[in-house]
């Protein structure tokens, strides 16, 4: 009896050692890490300063404002919507640390969904953080967060999500997914009620473009690709041929009518803002991956989606040299300074200057450590 005494105290300890670091690590998650506003930031306010209701919750976030010295028009960028997707995020994290603006204004909300950062999808294999290297030696911690609101924000999912303003059924799981629940309502779940916070920014301050960061698996069809509302195809269009002059191959899609509470729909059908989606090709996304893990997310090698490609079976090139984490911000930073361009082109008393934002071809080659505090 004695040798089992001994063995049940030795499997409490473990267990306990176990429950401690796990522990750990699932407070750590909910702590977000800290971005280092650069001189371009003239304010930083609270998504809570145009809807109240999220003060004090996770639904509130940072919204980092450029107030240039002249008049000019404005363009909001969105981060985080997804925040498994780590490239939107860290190209709302470089503008905030880097960019600067002499004429109109740029809002930066890195962490759109800062509920989905607390979090991440474990059965999914998905890594709880991941690494990058700065220029100086240092390193900066991000968290890999979740596609959708943490549970214990919102729950329980219902079996059928119905997209409040139009009425369209979806899954039951997209109710916890940001970017199906535009253009959002006060008296909604969770999300919506941050969706409304987003809208109603875009209102108030009437803004004049709004960009949302995303990234997709490789196999999706709509991957390296714009997603425009038809209001904004024509500067969408203007995007296109200006990166490919700088040999960004880059494809463009119509918004589809028919598929509600995304931004690229509701928030051009709500708002006046010209409302555009961009993605970048993620294989840490995909179902075709291999191991899932932080390296899968910023080197995007990965041999089974080389042997996809070779079968023809994906809707971007892929071979060895992967989708590295700086081509992916480095496609993100370049359509948002396309677009301010074409925006002051198409529209001159809505021109935005933003200066400061790496280069596409600086970051493949100083790497995207060379751009964070």
């Not at 940072?62 to 010295?69: H, L, N």
């Not at 109109?104 to 690494?131: K, M, W």
């Not at 979740?146 to 303003?165: C, G, K």
């Not at 359509?335 to 071809?361: H, N, R, V």
């Amino acid at each position: 009896m004695k040798k089992y005494h001994i063995s049940a105290i030795v499997i409490a300890i473990a267990a306990l050692a176990a429950a401690f670091v796990s522990g750990r690590e699932f407070l750590a998650h909910r702590r977000p890490e800290t971005i280092f506003p650069g001189p371009g930031v003239t304010e930083k306010r609270m998504l809570s300063d145009w809807y109240p209701a999220l003060k004090g919750g996770r639904g509130d976030t940072e919204v980092y404002i450029f107030r240039g010295d002249e008049e000019g028009g404005s363009i909001l960028v969105l981060g985080g919507t997804h925040p498994n997707e780590p490239s939107g995020y860290l190209a709302a994290t470089v503008l905030v640390e880097n960019a600067s603006v002499s004429k109109g204004t740029l809002y930066v909300i890195p962490r759109a969904n800062n509920s989905a950062f607390t979090h991440n999808d474990p059965q999914e294999g998905s890594p709880a953080s991941f690494t990058i290297k700065k220029s100086d030696g240092d390193e900066r911690v991000f968290r890999f967060g979740s596609r959708a609101t943490n549970p214990l924000d919102q729950w329980p999912d219902p079996e059928v999500y119905i997209h409040a303003s139009s009425g369209q059924h979806l899954s039951g799981n997209e109710t916890r997914n940001l970017n199906r629940g535009y253009p959002g309502r006060t008296n909604g779940t969770f999300t919506e009620r941050v969706c409304y916070g987003i809208t109603s920014l875009i209102k108030a301050q009437n803004i004049t473009m709004t960009i949302d960061l995303h990234e997709a698996s490789p196999e999706y069809p709509v991957i390296n690709a714009i997603v425009a509302h038809e209001r904004a195809m024509t500067l969408a269009s203007y995007v296109v041929l200006g990166l490919e002059i700088q040999d960004i191959k880059i494809g463009l899609e119509p918004s589809p009518r028919n598929l509600h509470g995304l931004t690229h729909r509701e928030l051009g059908d709500a708002t006046d803002t010209f409302a555009v989606l961009m993605e970048t090709a993620n294989a840490s996304q995909g179902r075709i991956r291999g191991r899932t893990d932080a390296a899968l997310a910023l080197t995007g090698k990965d041999t089974c989606y080389v042997k996809a490609a070779e079968l023809g079976r994906l809707y971007v090139p892929f071979d060895e040299r992967g989708h590295p984490i700086e081509e992916r911000v480095g496609r993100h930073l370049a359509g948002i300074a396309e677009f301010a361009f074409a925006l002051g082109t198409e529209y001159p008393d809505k021109e935005i200057l933003i200066e400061g934002i790496p280069d596409y071809y600086e970051l493949q080659d100083n790497g995207l450590g060379a751009y964070l505090k």
